[in-house]
């Protein structure tokens, strides 16, 4: 089974940044693309951004729209999650996600996660 594990959360005021890092171990045959998902207390899982291993083109949700930027390295299997301008509101914890998915954006369609990552914005 591919195994993920996001790093780099953390605790930050309001307009400053955080770098989201998730690298994949073991078997990747089937990882088409990896998504970042966010999850507050008593909301539901939310897009954040995605990216296929071979297609440059970065998919965004609203909320990350000019804020959030996501990229990879192939060869190390890891995919980055750079977010500027943080606002209280992004507080959460934060899931990367991979499979053999064909639509990027729904989580229910991604079957490998990572752990998460608290990222908490102060005001």
């Known amino acids: 089974q591919v195994r993920l594990v996001e790093s780099g959360g953390g605790l930050v005021q309001a307009g400053g940044s955080l770098r989201l890092s998730c690298t994949a171990s073991?078997?990747?045959?089937?990882?088409?693309?990896m998504g970042w998902f966010r999850q507050a207390p008593g909301k539901e899982r939310e897009f954040v951004a995605a990216?296929?291993?071979?297609?440059?083109?970065?998919y965004y949700g609203d909320s990350a729209k000019g804020r959030f930027t996501i990229s990879r390295d192939n060869a190390k299997k890891t995919v980055y999650l750079q977010m500027n301008t943080l606002k209280p509101e992004d507080t959460g914890v934060y899931y990367c996600?991979?499979?053999?998915?064909?639509?990027?954006?729904?989580?229910?369609?991604?079957?490998?996660w990572g752990q998460g990552t608290q990222v908490t914005v102060s005001s």
């Open positions: 996600a991979t499979g053999a998915v064909t639509r990027l954006t729904r989580p229910d369609d991604y079957p490998n």
């Open positions: 073991g078997p990747t045959f089937g990882s088409v693309a």
């Open positions: 990216i296929r291993w071979t297609d440059n083109s970065p």
